[in-house]
C-alpha cells in the first residue's frame, strides 16, 4: 500500500471514530434517565431473543432423537417426548423473534429522538454559517449531504448496537458450544469459516466504498443541477434552453450511472465470494457430521443440531456482510454531515456578549476596510456617521462597495479594519441576533416562502395579531391588492413569491418589515429592479415607513434619493464626495456627472 493510500485509511479510521464519539451522546445522554432506560431495555431483550435463539437447535436435535429407534432421550429433556419437545420448538422460535420485535418498539423512540436532534443540530447550524460559506456551496448538494447524513445514523443506531455487538456474542458462543459437544475440528473449521469470510467481506467492502463515495459525488451533482435549474425554470424558459439542460443533466447521470454499474458489479463478485466461503465451511462440517453418525460417534439428532447451528451463523455472517458495508457507507454519508456541522462560523458572538441597546439609532462607520478577498480590497478606509432619524444614500458605481457597506452593518461579514458602531456600540461586541432584530432590510429582490401571504408580512414579527398584520399591508399599500385575491391573505404565494410581480411581491417586503418595526432601517437598491411607475408608487411606501427611523438607502437611481439628508457618493471603496442634492450638483463632480448621465437616459427612455 503506497504511503498516499495508508494516509487515507489512516484519515477515514480517525473520522470514522470521530463520528462514532459524536453519536454515542444520543444514545447514553446524561441529562436524560429515560433514554438510558430503554437503551437498558432494549439490550436486555436483546439478549433474550439471542438465549432463545441459540437453545432452538438443542429442542431441534432432542425432538429427532426422540423419534430415531432405539434412541434415547437426554436427561434434560425431561421426558417430554417428540411432540412435546417439537412444541418446546416451536415456542423457542417465537420467544426469539418476539424478544427481537420487543428491542425494536421499545429502541425506537430512542433513534428516532437521536435523528430529530441531529436533523435539527445540523439545520440551526447551517443557518449560522456565514454568507461566504452559503455562495459558495449550492443547496441542492447541502440537503443531499443532510439527507443521507441522517439515514447513515438511523441505520448506525439501529444495526451498530441491536445488531453488531450481539452477532459477535452469537458467533462466540457458537462456537464454544461446538468446542464442547463436538471437538476441537468442528470449532476450528467454524473458526477459520468465520475468519475468512469477515476478512473478504472487509477487504472487498473498502474497496467498494471507494466506488460507493464516487456514485455519491455523481448523485450530489447531478442533484446540484437539477436543483438549480428547476429553480431558475423562468431563466431556462427565456433563453429556449430546455435541451441545454436536459444534456447537462444527462452528463451527470452518465457519471452516476457507470459509478453505479460498478457498485452492482462490485456487490454481485461480493455476494458470490461470500456464499463460497460459507458453503464451503457448511459442507465440511456436514460431512465431518456425517461421518462421525457412520461411525457410531453422533447421533442423527447431532447431525441436525450441527446443521442448525451451522445455518444459524450462516444467516447472521450474511448479515454481517450486508451491515458492514452499510456500517461504512453510513460512516461515510455521517462523516460529511458532521464535517458540515463542525464548519466554524465566519461570525461569531464574543463570550458573554450583550444585547445591543438602541438609544437613538446613530450609525458610525470609523474607517472601515474590508475585503471579500484579502488580495483584492473593497472598503479601503470609510468614515461616515449617520445621526439618528437621519436618512442618508450611498451612491456610486458598480463594484464601489455599496451593497458591501450593507453587509457588514447586518454582520454577515466582520470588518477586516477599522470600526462599525449603533450608539457607540462595536457592532463585534454585541449579539447578532439582537443585532438583526434592530435593522430592517428591504433588499432589491424580495425573495418569498411558498406560503400565504399573511405568513410572509407576519415573517416579520410572528406574534402580531391579524389587525397589526392588515395595519402593515395597508402602510405598504398592498391590502386592497390583497384582498382582491380570491383567498384574500390565505394566498398562496409560490415558490420564492413567483405568483406575484415584482412591485407586488417588493409591497409585502416593505409590509413586513413595517411590521417588525426596526429602529433603524436599510434600503439595499429597494426600487432598481422594478419598472418606473412601479418605482414611485413603492418610493411612497419608503418614504412612510422610514419615518422617525435611521435610514441607510443604497441606491442605483439617483432620482429615488434626491430627498436624502445626506448623499455619499462612493468610488472604488473610498468616498468621494458627500452632501446634500443640491450642494452636489452645485460642485460639478461625480454625483453631477451621474445625475447627468442617468437623467439623459431617462429622457431618452421617455422620449
Not at 457458537?174 to 469470510?197: E, G, M, N, Q, S
Amino acid at each position: 500500500m503506497s504511503d498516499t493510500a495508508k494516509a487515507l485509511a489512516a484519515q477515514e479510521r480517525a473520522s470514522s471514530w470521530r463520528t462514532i464519539r459524536r453519536v454515542v451522546p444520543y444514545l447514553w445522554p446524561d441529562d436524560t434517565p429515560w433514554v438510558k432506560r430503554r437503551v437498558s431495555l432494549a439490550l436486555a431483550a436483546l439478549l433474550l431473543a439471542k438465549m432463545f435463539s441459540l437453545i432452538i437447535p438443542w429442542f431441534y436435535k432432542a425432538a429427532v432423537d426422540a423419534l430415531a429407534p432405539g434412541q434415547a432421550s437426554p436427561a434434560w429433556t425431561l421426558g417430554a417426548g417428540a411432540v412435546g419437545l417439537t412444541v418446546a420448538y416451536g415456542i423457542a422460535r417465537l420467544s426469539s423473534v418476539g424478544f427481537g420485535e420487543l428491542r425494536d418498539a421499545i429502541f425506537v423512540r430512542v433513534g428516532q429522538r437521536a435523528l430529530r436532534q441531529l436533523a435539527l443540530e445540523t439545520f440551526t447550524h447551517m443557518h449560522r454559517l456565514s454568507m461566504r460559506y452559503h455562495i459558495t456551496r449550492k443547496t441542492g448538494g447541502l440537503s443531499r449531504i443532510i439527507e443521507r447524513g441522517v439515514k447513515g445514523v438511523d441505520f448506525l443506531l439501529r444495526f451498530t448496537l441491536l445488531s453488531v455487538g450481539p452477532l459477535i456474542v452469537e458467533l462466540t458462543l457458537v462456537t464454544i458450544i461446538f468446542l464442547t459437544v463436538f471437538d476441537v475440528w468442528y470449532a476450528a473449521v467454524v473458526v477459520v469459516t468465520i475468519y475468512l469470510y469477515i476478512t473478504f467481506t472487509f477487504k472487498v467492502t473498502e474497496w467498494r466504498v471507494q466506488i460507493r463515495r464516487q456514485m455519491n459525488a455523481q448523485d450530489t451533482d447531478a442533484n446540484q443541477k437539477a436543483i438549480d435549474s428547476l429553480l431558475n425554470f423562468e431563466t431556462v424558459k427565456y433563453f429556449g434552453a430546455e435541451t441545454r439542460e436536459a444534456v447537462r443533466y444527462d452528463e451527470a447521470m452518465r457519471g452516476y450511472e457507470a459509478a453505479a454499474i460498478k457498485t452492482g458489479q462490485s456487490l454481485s463478485l461480493l455476494n458470490f465470494g461470500q456464499s463460497l466461503l460459507i458453503t464451503t465451511g457448511l459442507v465440511i462440517v456436514m460431512v465431518m457430521a456425517a461421518m462421525g453418525v457412520q461411525a457410531g460417534k453422533l447421533t442423527v439428532g447431532d447431525f441436525v443440531m450441527v446443521n442448525a447451528y451451522m445455518m444459524q451463523i450462516t444467516m447472521p455472517l450474511g448479515f454481517l456482510g450486508t451491515v458492514y458495508r452499510e456500517i461504512r457507507q453510513a460512516l461515510v454519508d455521517m462523516g460529511e454531515m458532521f464535517d458540515l456541522i463542525e464548519q466554524p462560523p465566519e461570525v461569531q458572538d464574543k463570550p458573554g456578549a450583550p444585547e445591543l441597546k438602541v438609544s437613538g439609532g446613530a450609525v458610525e462607520l470609523d474607517n472601515v476596510q474590508f475585503g471579500y478577498d484579502p488580495e483584492r480590497p473593497i472598503l479601503k478606509g470609510v468614515s461616515l456617521r449617520i445621526e439618528p432619524g437621519q436618512t442618508v444614500a450611498i451612491v456610486g458605481p458598480s463594484g464601489s462597495g455599496k451593497s458591501t457597506i450593507g453587509r457588514l452593518l447586518f454582520r454577515f461579514y466582520d470588518v477586516t479594519g477599522g470600526a462599525l458602531r449603533i450608539d457607540g456600540q462595536d457592532l463585534r461586541d454585541i449579539t447578532q441576533d439582537s443585532l438583526h432584530a434592530q435593522i430592517g432590510v428591504v433588499p432589491q429582490d424580495t425573495v418569498l416562502f411558498n406560503d400565504t401571504v399573511r405568513y410572509n408580512i407576519a415573517y416579520g414579527r410572528p406574534e402580531a395579531t391579524e389587525d397589526e398584520i392588515v395595519a402593515a399591508a395597508r402602510s405598504a399599500r398592498i391590502h386592497d391588492f390583497i384582498e382582491s385575491l380570491p383567498d384574500g391573505y390565505d394566498t398562496k404565494v409560490g415558490e420564492r413569491g413567483l405568483k406575484l410581480s415584482g412591485g407586488e411581491k417588493q409591497r409585502v417586503g416593505i409590509a413586513r418589515t413595517i411590521l417588525k418595526n426596526p429602529p433603524i432601517l436599510l434600503l439595499d437598491e429597494a426600487t432598481s429592479a422594478l419598472d418606473t411607475q412601479t418605482e414611485r408608487d413603492i418610493q411612497g411606501a419608503l418614504h412612510r415607513v422610514g419615518e422617525g427611523r435611521t435610514v441607510l438607502t443604497i441606491a442605483h437611481r439617483l432620482s429615488t434619493i434626491a430627498d436624502a439628508d445626506r448623499i455619499v457618493v462612493l468610488e472604488k471603496g473610498e468616498i468621494v464626495e458627500d452632501g446634500r442634492h443640491e450642494d452636489l450638483l452645485a460642485k460639478g463632480g461625480r454625483y453631477a456627472a451621474m445625475w447627468q448621465r442617468q437623467s439623459a437616459e431617462e429622457a431618452e427612455e421617455a422620449a
